[in-house]
Nanobody, 118 residues
Framework: QVQLVESGGGLVQSGGSLTLSCVTS????????LAWYRQVPGKQRELVAR???????YYAASMNGRFTISRDNAKNTVYLQMNSPKSDDTATYYC????????????WGKGILVTVSS
């Protein structure tokens, strides 16, 4: 059974910092790309950042260098460090795992709420 479990969310002040974690189980972690998405009510889920199995990273332009994604293959965990968050970063953040293999499905965590106070 595959599980992705997010933690580390909650209330953070604008300009502060917060680190989200996502622990995975049931997948061969080092074969998967890992990503963080976020969603606010009434809007589509959007990609925040992705890290490949080889460690290459991609960030949505709106992150403006404020967020850092990383992975620890020994701990089957992916992280999202959020520096200087803004009120617009308030959202539910989701962890995602997928592989670039035909027919392979992707997996999602249940999400964790991050609220940025001004």
């Amino acid at each position: 059974q595959v599980q992705l479990v997010e933690s580390g969310g909650g209330l953070v002040q604008s300009g502060g910092s917060l680190t989200l974690s996502c622990v995975t189980s049931g997948i061969i972690f080092n074969q998967y790309r890992l990503a963080w998405y976020r969603q606010v009510p009434g809007k589509q889920r959007e990609l925040v950042a992705r890290i490949t199995s080889g460690g290459s990273t991609y960030y949505a332009a709106s992150m403006n260098g404020r967020f850092t994604i990383s992975r620890d293959n020994a701990k089957n965990t992916v992280y999202l460090q959020m520096n200087s968050p803004k009120s617009d970063d308030t959202a539910t953040y989701y962890c995602n795992a997928d592989r670039l293999v035909a027919g392979s499905r992707d997996y999602w965590g249940k999400g964790i709420l991050v609220t940025v106070s001004s």
